[in-house]
């Protein structure tokens, strides 16, 4: 049997499945959270690179609840060639006061960027206390941002890797990547244990991958709590995104850490935006990435995408050309003109934050549905959807709670939402679209401690649509 057969014959038993999702998080409230958004760039190359509310509130309306700031270890460190600078420390503050005026978490991942020379295969072995180093660079945004409650976490080792030193990656993993993170996270905990660390797999030397996935296996605990498994996925295969996925949960099972994909996309070619062809045909790109979508969807797991720029610097590593991370084609700092084959998929509608259990959810992106279970639970407060209305229903939408309460958005309505049928006991009121940033708000689930199963479907007269029963 083929690969991909294999693949959604095991997608279309799993959506049967009742139980609740184990990954996603939980926000002060208790509400189950499916973070999603992009990495922000602090520069390109040489170039420094500014962000204003504007391109904040672009975020917001692309489905970003989250962001990771890509912070440089040469402008908050001493080693060689870096030095800490106080303008670079308040752009960061800036970053996050935009992220948290827009309603988004922010997490810092930590590159080595900015420093002279710095090789792996040294700090490893850190006979200079290359770690204490390391660390006192992390101390000053850890002491920075302890008391702001919109600062998630740290993804605190970007990428680490083996190159040339004479070790298998398990034993590089066991004896000084593990150890790392555990000394890491000590630190941290003692200054704020709130925050989540996130952490990351070696990133193997080029060649040395495992069905397509540049990534090694993690298999040893970690053995510290408050922490993400933050692995990053450029899978170019559609035959290989759900096994790599499928290994990254079984390590999330041994790491006990919820996994939240810390960075995902395939790189853009130039020519695919260039010619009808491309190198990686954008309905072939679309397809990739829509498939990768459809398991983040399945998994019910946060996913931050590479990158919130424009594309300027166009990189040379690949086999098919230039190409680059950049979700947009014009060439200014943060860009404006949408790759849509890739930002309608990342923008795709999904549960941003559910009063209650997520069971299972999907969007279906070839009839513009989707299908959410849950188990409210209306103490913890209200909900929101991102729905992407502007850019998934031009004709509309409807929203179907169970089988008796149905609204609708008309375009060239109101505005807002209809009711078309209710229960007496419902309150429209509690239910309202927010045109400026997507997103549709619930104050509370008509049913509370119960299956609700929701679903959100293009126009405006899709009212008595069934229900199946049994699943989707």
């Known amino acids: 049997m083929k690969p991909r057969l294999i693949f959604w014959l095991l997608l279309l038993t ?16 208790g509400r189950h959270v499916i973070p999603r958004g992009f990495v922000v760039n602090t520069n390109q190359g040489q170039r420094q690179i500014s962000f204003n509310s504007d391109d904040y509130l672009r975020m917001v309306r692309l489905g970003a609840n989250a962001q990771t700031i890509r912070l440089e270890l040469g402008r908050i460190s001493t080693f060689p060639g870096g030095s ?58 850890w002491n920075r941002y302890a008391d702001e409650p919109s600062v998630l ?14 070790i298998s990656y398990d034993e590089l993993t066991r004896q000084y990547l593990i150890p790392l993170y555990q000394r890491i996270i000590d630190e ?28 090694a296996e993690i298999t040893a605990p970690i053995n510290r709590k ?32 919820p996994i939240f994909i810390g960075e995902w996309g395939f790189p853009t070619f130039a020519s695919t935006d260039t010619t ?24 019910g797991i946060g996913a931050i995408k590479a990158w919130f720029l424009g594309s300027r610097n166009m990189q040379n590593f690949l086999a098919g050309g230039p190409s680059t991370w950049a979700i947009f084609t014009d060439e200014s700092d943060a860009g404006t003109a949408e790759r849509k084959y890739i930002t309608d998929v990342i923008a795709r509608p999904f549960p941003q934050a559910i009063a209650g259990d997520i069971q299972s959810f999907m969007f ?15 103490a913890k407060g209200g909900s929101t959807l991102f729905i992407g209305a502007n850019r998934h229903y031009p004709d509309g ?49 008509p049913a509370d401690g119960a299956l609700v199963h929701v679903r959100i479907v293009p126009g405006v007269r899709n009212f008595d649509v069934p229900v199946r029963k049994g699943g989707r």
Do not use: C
Not at 364 to 378: P, Y
Not at 433 to 438: G, K, L, M, P
């Open 153 to 166: 976490g740290y993804d605190i080792v970007n990428e680490p890797r083996k190159l040339t030193m004479d």
């Open 188 to 215: 941290s905990q003692r200054i704020n244990p709130d925050k989540k660390i996130l952490f990351q797999s070696i990133f193997m030397n080029k060649g040395e991958g495992i069905d397509n996935n540049q990534y």
């Open 397 to 445: 939408f409807s929203v179907l709670i169970g089988d008796d309460l149905v609204l609708y958005h008309d375009p060239i309505g109101s505005g807002g939402l209809e009711v078309h049928r209710s229960p007496a006991t419902v309150s429209a009121a509690d239910y309202v679209w927010d045109e400026r940033r997507q997103k549709l708000l619930i104050a509370r689930w």
């Open 226 to 257: 408050n922490i993400l498994f933050a692995p990053h996925i450029y899978q170019n295969d559609i035959d290989f995104i759900a096994p790599v996925m499928d290994r990254f949960d079984e390590e999330s099972d041994l790491l006990e850490a």
């Open 84 to 141: 800490v600078e106080p303008a670079y420390l308040a752009k960061l503050d800036s970053l996050v006061d935009l992220g948290r005026h827009a309603g988004m978490q922010t997490v810092f991942k930590l590159t080595v960027y900015g420093v002279e020379e710095f090789e792996w295969e040294t700090f490893w072995l850190n006979e200079k206390d290359e770690y204490a180093t390391y660390i006192e660079a992390w101390k000053i945004i």
């Open 276 to 299: 009808v062809e491309g190198r990686l045909g954008q309905l072939s790109y679309r397809e990739l990435y829509v498939r990768t979508a459809e398991v983040f969807d399945r998994m």
């Open 14 to 29: 799993s959506l049967t499945a009742t139980a609740q999702i184990k990954h996603g998080l939980r926000d002060d409230a």
């Open 364 to 378: 279906n992106h070839a009839t513009r549905t989707l299908d959410l279970k849950l188990i409210s639970d209306n």
